[in-house]
């Protein structure tokens, strides 16, 4: 999204705009390979509720239908929620899936930035989880990560809710908002989700794209973690800018009985195309292993993973 500047100039402005028109023209890509090798689940499948009651732009026959078919070929059985969250809603379910809620209908409306959900949801997801439920929490920059605070305080995460960048990350990836994380650059944390259970599921080289930052609370697990280069841009005139050393953009935290993975970026583990060149962009893209990810990171709150 933005290089590092010692000032705000036509070079930021520019990654800037070319950024947010590829965001605008993003499509599912067709020929993304969901099939899945050995399936996690032959039996016994678990329930996964999708949620999609709280303006989520990320739904599972949309931007969202790789992942859901994905889980789908993995033994996931998955439902789609149009409904608020409540103690009955969610009895039934071993994971929860939340991805980019709103606090309005579409991302440029006013409100968008609002708490997507209520209090007493918030307080319902919280306590299921504690009891044992799982979840999965992606929210990309504001006005997503604005619209999942109140959610996110429940688990004791902070959205940083600008746009994170690193100038070292344009070493690897097109821009400075794509960032890699890697076992040879350290970026990518020694953790279940990135072990996998046998080296044929080893994730060594993730990508997100343009996405926001995270610290979690004691006891959680960066297995995404930001370099010391890194920083939030904040919308503004003039943008304002944080460093972002010691947060990420993946965290594992294990509240109760329960577990939450949140991720403050929402392409890595979809499959898309864009611009007018039909750009792979997300798990779809060569050379990353984020296709692992998402199904280690399923297996992970299903308890496949440790």
Partial sequence: MITKCATFSFTCLLVIVVSIAAFAQQIV?????????SPAYTKNYPRVLFDEGHNNSQTAAGLYKPFADLIFNDGFQLVVNRKPFTKASLATFKILVVANALGAEDEDEEGAGRPAFTEEESDVVR????????LLFIADPAPYGSAAEVLARRFEVDMGKGST????????SPNAGWIVYSRANKL?????????????ERVNRVMTFAGQSLKGPEGSEAFLKLADTATDR????????????GRAQALAIKPGKGRVVVLGEASMLTAQMTGSDNQLFGMNLPNIDNKQLALNI?????????
């Fill in 234 to 245: 904040l919308p503004g005139d003039p943008p304002k800018e944080s460093p972002a050393a």
């Fill in 127 to 134: 306590d299921w989880v504690r009891a044992g439920g799982s």
């Fill in 165 to 172: 960048v690193d100038p070292i990350a344009e070493k690897e």
């Fill in 298 to 306: 399923m297996h992970w709150l299903s308890g496949v993973l440790k």
């Fill in 29 to 37: 890509d067709p020929h993304f390979n969901s099939n899945v090798g």
């Fill in 188 to 200: 990518l944390g020694d953790h279940s989700i990135t072990k996998g259970r046998n080296d044929s």
